[in-house]
Structures are given as C-alpha cells and as structure tokens.
C-alpha cells in the first residue's frame, strides 16, 4: 500500500497557488493596434500573431476579447518576432 502525501493545503488552496505559479511563469506582453472603423466598432489587431483580430463596441469588452484571442492563438501559433515600434502618420495628395 502507497501513502499519499498530505499537503498542509486544501485542495482549493493548492488549486490557487498552481495556477498562480502557472500564471507568474508564464505571462507574455503583446502589442495591441487599436483602431475604430466607420460603423464604431473598435478593433483590435495583434502583429505579432499573425490573423489574430477581433472587435467590440466598447474598449472593456475589446480588451476581454483580445486577451481571449491571443490565447487562443498561441494554441496554434509561435508569435513572430516583430518588435512594435509606433505609428507615424504620412500626408499624401489624394
């Protein structure tokens, strides 16, 4: 017969410290491109995931969304390695 080890922790707060250790580990920053289109939707684009966009009417519920969109990117996608420098804005005769 096998004994189990006993941890001092229930098996919530076990839960709880895992998942906090998996997130401390792991946690990655990704530039954002944000931008409204003409019906007012605000869309958001991530360059370093290539195809990973999504949309919302409010800039709360689009950042819940692209949290969501980039993991489930990364599920089937190894982020390029593009280094976001900025936006520069240029006039040309139209």
């Known amino acids: 017969m096998r004994r189990q080890k006993i ?3 229930s098996r ?6 895992n998942n906090t ?9 990704f530039s ?4 409204r289109d003409e ?7 991530v360059p370093e995931l290539r195809g990973c966009h999504t949309q919302a009417r409010s800039l709360d519920q689009l950042m819940e969304r692209v949290k969501e969109a980039i993991e489930l990117c990364l ?3 190894t982020p390029v390695a593009n280094q976001f420098i900025g ?4 006039a040309v005769a139209a």
């Open 21 to 29: 250790n998996v997130l401390e580990q792991s946690m990655r920053e």
């Open 39 to 45: 019906e007012g939707w605000f869309v958001a684009t």
């Open 32 to 35: 954002v491109i944000i931008e």
């Open 12 to 17: 919530n707060e076990q839960d709880e410290q």
């Open 87 to 90: 936006i520069q804005r240029v």
């Open 7 to 9: 941890s001092p922790y």
């Open 75 to 77: 599920e089937v996608e």
